[in-house]
C-alpha cells in the first residue's frame, strides 16, 4: 500500500477523534508487515493528562488483534502543520521495531521519516 492511501485511511477517522478539550483532531493508520490496516484517533480527557494520542491508540488496536510487525504508520490532522508523534509515541512505536513515520496536515503535502531519525536515542530493554 502506498503512504498517500495509508495517509487516506488516517484522514477517513478523523471524524471520530474525540477532542473536544484541544480542538485538534488526529487519526492515524498502522500497517502491518503482512499488509493489514488499523486504526485510531486521539481520546481526550477532562483530566488533559490521561489524553491518548492517535498513534498509540492506532498500535493497541494492532496489538490486541494479534500483530507486533509493522512497516509503516501514518498520521494526519487537520491543522496546516504536520502531526509529528509526540516522544512518548515514539518510544511506543519504537517498542516494536523500526518502522517508518509518514505525516500529513491538510495539504497535500506527505512527509516520511525513519522512526530512528525522529527518536535517534530510544530507551531499550
Ligand atoms: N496528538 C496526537 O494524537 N498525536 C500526535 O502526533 C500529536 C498530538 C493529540 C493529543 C491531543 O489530543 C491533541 O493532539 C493536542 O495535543
Redesign the pocket.
Known sequence: MDDGKLISLAREVLANAY?PY?G?R?GAAILTADGRVFRGV?V?NASYGL?I???RAALSAAVAAGYRSFSVIA?AAEGDKE????GA?LQVLREFGLLRVVVAGKKEEIRSFNLDELLPYPFGK
Do not use: M, R
Open positions: 477532542a484541544s485538534y488526529v486521539n481526550e489524553t494520542c492517535a498513534e498520521v502531526p509529528l508523534p509526540c509515541c
